[in-house]
């Protein structure tokens, strides 16, 4: 047995051994737990008190966190959360078994969230775009009728949307065993369409924008009409003056008219260790981003979980 397998199976081993401690203890086997009347793994829902005279107010839902053991007896188990409970942490568990291999389980997981995730986008685009902006613009009245009573009423029929229909409906050909030729031509269409407006999109922000922040006074003594002090002028020239020289370090790195020797291979390689800075910053914050998602999903199976948060 190979030597990552022997210390993953350790681990494996001990953490089931911790939850069957935990199973122990939170079943009362000692008396002076503190939570001893709350097994691991199961959802509650308690009724607040209302006031006198009005409506009795409805259950809610008891996260770890409102859990009160001194009113222990005003929660009532709630099975469809517990089970919902348990499938989440079986899906969160055969997501992180890919730390130890490859196995069923995690295929198992991954082919779920991707089948679940289409067929959700799916359902929510064809809700919220494709009913109310296509579908209740050629039949208003009948989609306000029978499959949006909150749409618009004041929605004008419009049979310019039928040209948007036939390309949807030619888009779906390429699911027919003949004829898939069809659905290139509306392919064509978006893929143009889409590429010419996200241009102009791209252009400003990623372009023009970029150019206009650069253009910065290397002496700043004032922001916004507003004095700075003798500190903050420093610092705010030293920053325009970094931005401004890493702008141009990097433009010349991309200069290939000249050699990159003498000065200008030494203001390239500057420019390189300015757009190295710049990619390890932009991927430390994509890790971040991952880092909270694996934290929200501890948090998830220590807290709603297992109870010990």
């Known amino acids: 047995m190979k030597r990552e397998t022997v210390i993953w199976t350790i681990v494996f081993l001990l953490g089931v051994c911790g939850l069957l401690v935990r199973y122990a203890l939170s079943s009362g086997l000692i008396a002076n737990f503190p939570q001893s009347n709350r097994p691991f793994g199961v959802q509650y829902m308690a ?3 209302g006031v006198e005279g009005e409506e009795k107010p409805q259950p809610i839902a008891v996260t770890y ?7 222990a007896g005003n929660y009532k188990i709630s099975f469809p959360r517990t089970v919902g409970l348990w499938v989440a942490v079986f899906f969160t568990l055969s997501a992180l078994s890919y730390v130890y291999k490859d196995n069923p389980f995690y295929r198992f997981s991954e082919a779920v969230f991707v089948g679940v995730s289409a067929a959700y986008w799916m ?3 064809f ?6 902006n296509l579908l209740g613009k050629l039949w208003p009245a009948q989609i306000k009728s029978n499959l949006m009573p909150g749409l618009d009423e004041n929605v004008q029929r419009n049979w310019w949307y039928l040209i948007p ?3 949807g409906i030619m888009l779906l050909w390429r699911l027919a065993p003949k004829g898939t030729w069809i659905a290139r031509w509306p392919l064509a269409f978006i893929v143009g369409t889409f590429a010419g407006i996200r241009l102009l999109g791209f252009l400003h922000a990623d372009f023009l924008s970029q150019i206009r922040k650069t253009i910065l006074p290397l002496v700043v003594t004032h922001h916004r009409d507003v004095q700075l002090g003798v500190d903050e002028a420093i610092w705010a020239s030293v920053q325009n003056i970094l931005i401004v020289l890493g702008v141009f370090c990097g433009l010349v790195y991309f200069f290939f ?5 003498g000065v200008v291979g030494k203001v390239s390689r500057f420019g390189v260790w300015v757009m190295m800075i710049t990619f390890g910053a932009a991927f430390g914050y994509t890790v971040m981003g991952r880092i909270a998602l694996l934290a929200d999903r501890l948090e998830f199976l220590f807290g709603d979980w297992l109870w010990i948060l």
């Open 123 to 125: 359902v929510y685009y």
């Open 47 to 49: 009724t607040p008190q």
């Open 165 to 167: 229909l036939i390309l």
């Open 257 to 261: 008219s000249i050699e990159h020797k």
């Open 127 to 132: 809700w919220s775009i494709i009913v109310p």
């Open 65 to 71: 966190k409102d859990y009160d053991p001194g009113k």
